[in-house]
């Protein structure tokens, strides 16, 4: 029998604040990177956000980004889970060079 195990804590969703700017694609593909999942607030730290790559999936890696790395949000189709909950999914451009933090949580277990 396999069990599931939950490694992360639940945390505020950020609501993203609507806005409209033109935004030259060519120059954003320069001086960013995309990176899609669900934006959470940090928990701890008000100047960074975490994203969620694959918030319904066993294997969820996250990633932790400074607010002032992030030069670009698109909010992108939502997903459902099978109990019918949706979460809001957006890809956001991180700048080139900036530092993240990603995090994979894995079950330490013996190796044979």
Not at 78 to 92: F, H, K, Q
Request: net charge neutral; charged share 30%.
């Amino acid at each position: 029998m396999k069990t599931t195990t939950h490694f992360l804590k639940e945390t505020k969703k950020l609501e993203l604040v609507k806005f409209e700017r033109a935004i030259d694609e060519t120059l954003l593909k320069e001086a960013y990177l995309p990176f899609s999942g669900s934006l959470r607030q940090h928990p701890y730290d008000i100047d960074k956000v975490i994203l969620l790559s694959e918030p319904h999936g066993n294997n969820i890696t996250y990633y932790e980004f400074k607010n002032e790395d992030i030069g670009f949000v698109k909010k992108q189709a939502n997903i459902v889970n099978l109990d019918g909950e949706d979460i809001a999914m957006v890809m956001i451009w991180i700048k080139k060079s900036s530092i993240g933090i990603r995090c994979t949580p894995f079950l330490v277990e013996s190796v044979t």
